[in-house]
Structure formats: structure tokens, C-alpha cells
């Protein structure tokens, strides 16, 4: 088993940034890639960025340039930097971990609320 938590979701303005942080816990060396999803009302859950452990970077078109997809394995944590927001990022965000087997855990999800 692996259990997610997510932080760091809130209220900006566009333009603003925010970063949200992903602690896994649990079977940790299971884990072959993490990423962040989001869904937004009436949308259906897309990829926001993933990170393998062996590094491959992927990115939705939408954010290219704007998000950045790091980690910490000390922390056991991967974050999302999120830059020049805009209304449309607004969206329920959620924490992905997949292990080698392809089986996937999500974390609570946190409020992206991009708004002036």
C-alpha cells in the first residue's frame, strides 16, 4: 500500500504561483512514477506532469513552461511548482503514484482556485 498526502493548494490570482508537495508513505520502493492530475467541474481527470523514477519528465501541453515537476527521495516528496497561473488551472489537484505492477494511488486532492 501507499498513502499520499497533498498540500499546498489555495486561493491566487493569475499570474500567481503556488506549490503543491506530495509525501508518499508506504511501500515506497514500489513506486515506479509519480505525477499530479487534476480535475476540474464537469471535466474528466487529466495529467498535469508525471516524474519515473528513472527521471522521464511529461508534461500536459496546457502548463509547458509554466509547472515544473520536481522530488525529493530523502523526503520521500514531489512537488509541483506552479507559475504565471491562470483561471483555467483552477481544478481539484491530485497526487499520483503508480507502481511497476501499474497499480495506482491518489491522495485526497487539494482546491487550485485561480481567480481575480
Known amino acids: 500500500q501507499v498513502q499520499l498526502v497533498e498540500s499546498g493548494g489555495g486561493l491566487v490570482q493569475p499570474g500567481g504561483s503556488l506549490r503543491l508537495s506530495c509525501v508518499a508513505s508506504?511501500?515506497?520502493?514500489?513506486?515506479?512514477?509519480m505525477g499530479w492530475y487534476r480535475q476540474a467541474p464537469g471535466k474528466q481527470r487529466e495529467l498535469v506532469a508525471r516524474?519515473?523514477?528513472?527521471?522521464?519528465?511529461n508534461y500536459a501541453d496546457s502548463v509547458k513552461g509554466r509547472f515544473t515537476i520536481s522530488r525529493d527521495n530523502a523526503k520521500n516528496t514531489v512537488y509541483l511548482q506552479m507559475n504565471s497561473l491562470k483561471p483555467e488551472d483552477t481544478a481539484v489537484y491530485y497526487c499520483?503514484?503508480?507502481?511497476?505492477?501499474?497499480?495506482?494511488?491518489w491522495g485526497q486532492g487539494t482546491q487550485v482556485t485561480v481567480s481575480s
Open positions: 508506504g511501500s515506497i520502493s514500489s513506486i515506479n512514477a
Open positions: 516524474i519515473t523514477r528513472g527521471g522521464n519528465l
Open positions: 499520483n503514484a503508480q507502481r511497476f505492477d501499474a497499480q495506482a494511488f
